[in-house]
């Protein structure tokens, strides 16, 4: 993923004209911002920094301890005032490998193995959480996305009775309005149930993060049976099975984009679907079609895109771009408290 600009960025190089065209969409963005931050503040959590060496996340740990939004836990780096964790001598390495090992998918491994594993810096962190000795964790600024969601599955693993983890963006439109966009980072063609389980994660996670209610379009080239194909009737399956495990849930599926956000489509062509084109939550029928759009929202409509956020975990792990600003760390260690503390 390619991170946003950071805000910074809009008031360089830039005529005074166009600053005013862009202060309305500046201030909508951090206004956003600035609630995730404050409702990390409010309970703010020990977050493990798999990247503590890297002079970027050494400067989100220290503005985040300062603001009083998370207690950082620096893996492998060090900054005055910071907690910090250096993976080869920590002195509760032999209690981690030893419940490393106990994990299921590792009790093949020998001991010397297991002491390895947990000196490394990914590893660590997620085995702090693991261990109740930080409550979620950040990784993916020198690492990539897959060894980042490795390390979480491994150690911290699927909540109690989640069938799959899965992520999603929080998309920040130029007006300020909060979308969750699923899944684009992790699932590539979910079967029907694997897409009702992340529809009902995206809209918990819709609900923890922003306060608001949750109003979930199951997304598909047909809307409500004007198509008929086998791509629509798995979108059609998956929305009759959320409905049936939470029928409080205000969901509607196989919904076309248009139909699912914008009032007047709705009422031509769902005329009485509960979401009446005001969606807040889209769920994509394949990676394809996510990855692809919420890529498209960020580059042509310009929103801002945060994530990928992990959802489906035991506790919280979250990734980063490798691009990734200061800000970008910050906001997200943010969202992982905000996680971590619902």
Do not use: W
């Amino acid at each position: 993923m390619s991170p946003p600009a950071p805000v910074e960025k809009f008031y360089c190089n830039t005529n005074p004209g166009l600053l005013s065209a862009l202060a309305p969409r500046i201030g909508a963005i951090m206004n956003i911002i600035d609630q995730l931050h404050a409702a990390a503040k409010s309970n703010p959590q020990r977050i493990a920094l798999a990247e503590g060496g890297d002079p970027r996340v050494i400067e989100a740990a220290q503005i985040a301890a300062q603001s009083g939004l998370a207690h950082p836990i620096l893996i492998g780096g060090t900054a005055d005032g910071i907690d910090s964790h250096d993976p080869e001598t920590a002195p509760h390495l032999d209690d981690m490998a030893k419940a490393f090992q106990a994990i299921p998918q590792n009790r093949n491994l020998t001991d010397a193995r297991c002491a390895d594993m947990v000196r490394r810096p990914l590893i660590h962190a997620a085995m702090l959480v693991q261990m109740g000795l930080a409550d979620g964790t950040v990784g993916g600024a020198v690492a990539t996305t897959g060894q980042t969601v490795a390390a979480a599955q491994r150690c911290i693993g699927a909540a109690e009775g989640a069938p799959l983890v899965s992520s999603f963006f929080l998309m920040v439109l130029a007006d300020g309005t909060p979308l969750v966009f699923a899944d684009c980072a992790l699932t590539v063609d979910p079967t029907a149930d694997e897409l009702a389980a992340i529809a009902a994660q995206s809209a918990a996670s819709y609900a923890a993060i922003t306060g608001k209610t949750p109003r979930v379009a199951m997304l598909s080239f047909s809307t409500l049976g004007s198509a008929r194909h086998a791509a629509a009737t798995k979108v059609k399956t998956a929305t009759a099975t959320l409905r049936a495990a939470d029928p409080s849930l205000i969901v509607d599926g196989e919904v076309q984009f248009d139909t699912a956000f914008v009032p007047s489509v709705a009422a031509a062509k769902a005329p009485g679907s509960p979401l009446e084109g005001e969606a807040n939550v889209f769920v994509f029928p394949t990676l394809d079609a996510g990855n692809i759009a919420y890529k498209i929202t960020e580059r042509i409509a310009g929103a801002t895109a945060i994530g990928p956020i992990l959802q489906g975990l035991a506790k919280p792990a979250n990734d980063l771009s490798r691009g990734c600003s200061v800000d970008d760390i910050v906001t997200m260690m943010a969202v992982t408290g905000i996680q971590a503390s619902s």
